[in-house]
């Protein structure tokens, strides 16, 4: 199975700065088949971004997604209250689908 | 609007089997164009993806769970069920039920998981 592993586990920014998030496989990940989630306590994970660039209906274009192959990175352009949360991706290219670990974006 | 709600025991005893049934309104199962999954998450840790089961019965597990999962659907009431067998504390998580497109390779997922149940909190314990 595929691998994901994100960098760096933990993320501490303040409003308004730039996130940037990394999550790189193991072995090629086919089609661009990847997407991010953010899960916020207690709650479900939301789908952000699928095809590793095209954003979920509804989710606001300071979230971008970019990479292929083996490397992908998720943006946040300016970081909103709301934005502070764990980051899951996830490839859905071969199966079994696989998640990684996560990266925590946290309040500076 | 799709929506997914889960049902079941929130306490499970080590070796009995798990089960858990996943309720979708606003839309319906036998429409086809969908993968319908079990996901869990262990406390405070990351995703583990179950299996999925399409309308008509098709199945695709995890191979690590594979023995222990059987994923069946009752399209009458449009609902998808779960059961892990033989429980161990290892197996305590939160469980969610979601939604996948169809992928292009029978057992995949396409365009992530759109729709999530708010997820159940199953533990194992005597």
């Known amino acids: 199975e595929i691998v994901l592993t994100q960098s760096p586990g933990t993320l501490s920014l303040s409003p308004g700065e730039r996130a940037t998030l990394s999550c790189r496989a193991s072995?090629?990940?086919?089609?661009?088949?990847l997407a991010w989630y953010q899960q916020k306590p207690g709650q479900a994970p939301r789908l952000l971004i699928y095809g590793a660039s095209s954003r979920a209906t509804g989710i606001p274009d300071r979230f971008s997604g970019s990479g292929s192959g083996t490397d992908f990175t998720l943006t946040i352009s300016r970081l909103e209250p709301e934005d502070f949360a764990v980051y899951y991706c996830q490839q859905y290219g071969s199966s079994p689908t696989t998640f990684g670990q996560g990266t925590k974006v946290e309040i500076k | 609007q799709v929506q997914l709600q889960e049902s079941g025991p929130g306490l499970v005893k080590p070796s009995q089997t798990l089960s858990l049934t996943c309720t979708v309104s606003g839309g319906s199962i036998s429409s086809g164009g969908y993968y319908w999954s079990w996901i869990r998450q262990h406390p405070g840790k990351g995703l583990e993806w179950i299996g999925y089961?399409?309308?008509?019965?098709?199945?695709y597990y995890n191979p690590s769970l594979k023995s222990r999962v059987t994923i069946s659907v009752d399209t009458s009431k449009n609902q998808f069920s779960l059961k892990l067998s033989s429980v161990t504390a290892a197996d305590t998580a939160v469980y969610y039920c979601?939604?996948?497109?169809?992928?292009?390779?029978?057992?995949?997922?396409?365009?992530?998981?759109?729709?999530w149940g708010q997820g159940t909190l199953v533990t194992v314990s005597s």
């Open positions: 979601a939604r996948d497109g169809l992928g292009a390779v029978a057992g995949t997922g396409s365009g992530g998981f759109d729709y």
């Open positions: 089961i399409y309308y008509s019965g098709s199945t």
């Open positions: 072995q090629s990940v086919s089609s661009s088949y």
